[in-house]
Every structure is written in C-alpha cells, then in structure tokens.
C-alpha cells in the first residue's frame, strides 16, 4: 500500500430521496462545482458528531426548505465507489423521505433551485450517482 493510499481522505454524507405519493422526486439544481447547474438529491457533508440520518435531515431543510424528522427517513443504503465524486473520495448514506404533494419548497444553501420532479420524466443527467441512488429508492416503491 502506498502513502497516498493510507493517508487518503475519506469525507462522509448523506443524501435524501423525497418523494411524494403521487411520484414526484425533490431536486436541487447546484449552485456550486463539481457539477454545477446539473439536478442532485438535497445532500452534504455529514458534521461531527452528528449522525448521518440528522445530517440528511439537516441537509434537506437547508437546501429546500423542507423539514422532516431524522426518524422519519428510511434508510436506502450507502454508496462508495472510489470515483463516485470528482472532488476525492465520498462515501453517503442515502434516506428515503415521504412528503405531501403540496409541500412548499425553498431553496437555500448550496442549492439555486429545488423543484418536484416526475418520476417518469426526470432531468436527463443526475449528478454525481445519484440515479444509482433513486432507482435503488423507488425499486421497491409501489
């Protein structure tokens, strides 16, 4: 194992799935690099000493205006692939969130806009693997 192997660093997050009963999935247009301008799931870094569920809790208020409870979230699973961020190596714990339709949302934070998106007709590109981590949300959605 080299040096850079062993002293790599390793920056840990939390990404929510919001999704509405009727199939509306919450995005957020970045407002900063890497991908800036693509859609993403609301998300960030988790704090320290902070869970991750609260991070995604934290995260999605802060991004869109939308408050849910960390108890609330349902855990999807947690991706880290090596490459899955430009910016070195990220590893994310994914949370569903169920939220009503008429939802008000409010974008803040690293976010310049947060719409509802429909499942069936969603922006082209997701950022970073985010695709990855809705499909994986809604695969066993009725």
Known sequence: MSDT?????????????????????????????????????????????????AAAARELAEETGVDVTADALRPIGVWDTPDRDPRGRYITAAYAAAVPADTTLSAGDDARTA???????LPERLSFDHADILRAATASTP
Request: net charge negative; aromatic share 8%.
């Open 5 to 53: 192997e062993m002293l790599q660093t390793i920056r840990y997050t939390a990404d929510v799935v919001a999704l509405t009963p009727e199939g509306n999935v919450l995005l957020i247009e970045r407002g900063w690099p890497p991908c800036e301008g693509t859609w993403a799931l609301p998300g960030g870094h988790v704090d320290p000493g902070e869970t991750s569920r």
């Open 115 to 121: 719409r509802w998106w429909p499942l069936d007709d």
